[in-house]
């Protein structure tokens, strides 16, 4: 299994930054694809950013330009640099990881794996 925490959640004024950050760990063989989505209450889950394991990203339209998504994969971890944040940006950002485990001897997966969720809040 692969857990994922995240963190640099927080209350930012329209305009400001954050930095969100997602530690893997748990019986890994590799990781390929790592990313943030976000929710809002009675919508659904929408994808923010995405990197893949030899750096290729993609973004939604709504924050390229503002969101930038690395990762250090010796630490298994992913980032979401935020800047220019805007009210609707407000959201419940999920970090994921399509990932591969040790199982029993065996390697399984690739499975895909959530976090808990980081509350972001842009507002005056």
């Known amino acids: 299994q692969v857990q994922l925490v995240e963190s640099g959640g927080g209350l930012v004024q329209p305009g400001g930054s954050l930095r969100l950050s997602c530690a893997a760990s748990g019986s890994i063989f590799s990781i390929s694809a790592m990313g943030w989505y976000r929710q809002v209450p009675g919508k659904e889950r929408e994808l923010v950013a995405v990197?893949?394991?030899?750096?290729?990203?993609n973004y939604a339209d709504s924050v390229s330009g503002r969101f930038t998504i690395s990762r250090d994969n010796g630490k298994n971890t992913v980032y979401l640099q935020m800047n220019s944040l805007k009210p609707e940006d407000t959201a419940v950002y999920y970090c994921?990881?399509?990932?591969?485990?040790?199982?029993?001897?065996?390697?399984?997966?690739?499975?895909?794996?959530w976090g808990l969720g980081t509350q972001v809040t842009v507002s005056s």
């Open positions: 994921n990881c399509n990932a591969e485990v040790f199982s029993y001897g065996r390697i399984k997966g690739p499975s895909q794996y």
């Open positions: 990197i893949n394991s030899g750096g290729s990203t």
